[in-house]
């Protein structure tokens, strides 16, 4: 085989690698398919070249794009910089002597604080900071996503947000659950909820409190008394909250106890620091008339240019979110059937985010995009 053979050949193998560790990797967060890309990178630029890291670096969050993988276009040229930046300092510092091994750890290590450096400032500092106003103005950049990037692209996310329709408190416990096993977890609103009777819910409590609380128990819900025995917004701020925990989980909006909702124009209350928003959506609300199954149901028909009496389909609650433009991923519930999950996967095929689908009562869940 000769050396031009050989070299297409590498090049297109460790791009389609990449392309699908990107995809098997995706449900995983940020942290398992960063990696898995940076060591991609490093093994295409230490064995076949700096030519072959480059083309890949370059072409790999294009074809993740196009392949619906990848977050929003407005940061593929971020990403093509900082695995580029990636892979030219790795080689350049790496060296081409394999035995060195202190050199090449230290060279990985620099490349990919490099690659951070690069990915923080375009993203953070110039998309969501320099342009951001003119991105908002011409719609390319929603508000959501301006709260979302800084989070993805810097440190991992703390304050996550809920807010749609049925399933947000059940998704609430069952989210604390499985963060509790990494590290503390403080449940709250931004509105008001019910209060929860499985963990111990503190009153106006300061910050020493709280982080004794933490401490003893992993998981604890703080908020001021609300009407009618519910809970409302907590008197520290979310700032100080993100502070004394690893997550915070937010409720942000109601929606009466009905699957689907369209949010009102004060709707919903996303705290500022909150860095994920996801969007709840009833799977138990298609096949059934608006006006029955979402809340403010009149705005959910007027967005979507149909009567409340037509009936919910994957297309309306794909044009609904779309023309709202809340919550940078989709959680999907109540998916029990097969007729549930043709419909969760026509929804997640019109979408350009995240979207998981499933059952919170069986505690089956499944990756759609």
């Given at each position: 085989m000769n050396k031009k053979v050989r070299w297409i050949t590498e090049t297109a193998v460790m791009l389609a690698l990449l392309v699908a560790l990107q995809a098997l990797t995706k449900g995983f967060g940020q942290f398992v398919t960063g990696s898995c890309v940076n060591a991609v990178l490093?093994?295409?630029?230490?064995t076949a070249g700096l030519g072959s890291g480059i083309v890949v670096a370059v072409l790999s969050p294009v074809l993740a794009y196009l392949l619906g993988i990848a977050p929003q276009i407005l940061v593929l040229p971020a990403i093509m910089v900082g695995n580029t930046v990636f892979v030219v300092l790795l080689r350049l510092?790496?060296?081409t002597d394999s035995r060195k091994v202190g050199q090449q750890i230290a060279a990985w290590l620099i490349a990919a604080l490099a690659k951070f450096a690069a990915l923080y400032l375009i993203v953070v500092k110039v998309v969501c900071g320099v342009m951001a106003p003119s991105l908002l103005a011409a719609g390319t950049l929603k508000e959501p996503m301006l709260k979302a990037l800084p989070a993805t692209f810097s440190w991992p996310q703390l304050v996550t947000a809920l807010i749609g329709g049925g399933g947000k408190t059940?998704?609430?416990y069952t989210l604390t659950e499985e963060l509790r096993k990494k590290g503390t977890v403080l449940l709250c609103t931004s509105t008001h909820t019910m209060r929860p009777t499985q963990y111990e819910v503190l009153e106006r409590a300061g910050e020493a409190e709280i982080s004794a609380a933490l401490s003893a128990h992993g998981a604890?819900?703080?908020g001021e008394p609300s009407a009618e025995g519910k809970l409302g917004p907590p008197s520290l701020s979310f700032d100080a909250?993100?502070?004394?925990?690893?997550y915070v989980l937010v409720e942000a909006d109601g929606s009466r106890r009905l699957p689907l909702k369209a949010h009102a124009p004060h709707e919903p209350v996303i705290p500022a620091n909150a860095q994920r928003v996801v969007l709840v959506v009833?799977?138990?609300?298609f096949g059934k008339p608006i006006r029955d199954v979402c809340h403010r149901s009149e705005r959910y028909a007027a967005l979507c240019g149909v009567s409340e009496n037509a009936l919910v389909t994957p297309?309306?609650?794909a044009a609904l979110i779309l023309a709202e433009g809340l919550g940078d991923?989709?959680?999907i519930n109540k998916v029990e059937t097969a007729e549930d999950y043709d419909r969760a996967a026509a929804l997640a095929n019109r979408l350009t985010c995240p979207v998981t689908a499933g059952s919170l009562h069986k505690g089956v869940y499944l990756c759609l995009r």
């Open positions: 490093a093994v295409t630029v230490l510092i790496a060296g059940t998704l609430l604890v819900c703080v909250l993100a502070r004394l925990a690893d009833g799977a138990d609300g297309e309306l609650e991923r989709v959680y």
